[in-house]
């Protein structure tokens, strides 16, 4: 184990705790590894690194999860060399410790380990890329988008969601349609919420018909958040689809896009079975706000579910007001 200089305030506590961190036992070393981090300083980072190269498994799992308040070059290095770690416990801290990451500056470290490794660390590395969106991932995570694995696919498109870049668009839209599975073309449909343009439309319309229900109720989640008016046709027949899930996105969407030709199938839907579908059919009917949904939302506003009950009489005085207001 390698000792640094410090300038700690108790040098004797210090020197205590590193005198443990070299003890046989590694239930000591472990422990010594949390008492460190509850102390350390960025000057004791390396010591934390250093415990990834522990015998003990244990330890490394504590190292890993100790480096999540010491971000820097060496330890982003170091935690990446842990992705491939013999113990899937190591492996998945240093993962989840990477996704904590919050300094552009990180990915300088991260961006050459984009396309290397295990399928697992490929995916650890993309997801940490994810939320701190340095342009430069833009290359790799377009190039992930090819990988034989689906985790790796599905994160690279979560990267390219969170860069909003047009250059990913017409990646994003291709894969939607066209890869085997749906968890993927789900991610890259949910992607395309921040931009709009035929060829989304078209994408997310494909979407409202593909086989898996789960793709089909992210694609009418995302018609809704890009107020898409062409895809009203295909919302309203959402609304007959065999999964009440999609029909709930179905409705929440029309509502947000405010048509009135929705209003039948909406009413229509107040009397399903399914309360949470009752409830986001009374929402979308207020936001809407027509007139004639007035007499089935007096009916559903004594719904025998309290939520349903208190979305109906929302509805009911969102178009009241809106009557007044003229």
Sequence with gaps: MTIVSTTWNDEAELQEI?????????TVRSIALRDLADIAGDEHAP??????RDPAAAVRVEAARALEAFESAAGVTALVTALGDEADAV?????????????????????????????FARAAVLRALRELRVPGSLVPALAALGDADALVRREAITVLGYLKQAEALAALTGIAGSDPEPEVRRAALGALGYASGDTVLAALLAGLADPSWQVREEAATTLGKLRLVGAATQLIAALD?????????????????RLAAAVPALVALLEHTISNL????????????????????????????????????????QIQAAAQRG
């Design 18 to 26: 590193i005198t443990r961190l070299q003890a046989p036992d590694s």
């Design 47 to 52: 010591l934390l690194i250093d415990a990834l």
């Design 241 to 257: 689809d065999d999964y009440w899930q999609v029909r709930l996105r179905a409705a929440r969407s029309l509502g947000r896009l």
């Design 278 to 317: 009752r409830k986001e059919s009374a929402l979308a009917l207020g936001e809407i706000g027509d007139a004639s949904a007035l007499p089935a939302l007096a009916v559903t506003s004594d719904d025998p579910d309290p939520e349903v009950r208190k979305a109906a009489r929302l509805a009911l005085g």
């Design 91 to 119: 492996r998945e801290a240093a993962a989840q410790t990477l996704s904590e990451l919050k300094q552009p500056e990180s990915g300088a470290a991260l961006l050459p380990h984009a396309g290397a490794g295990t399928a």
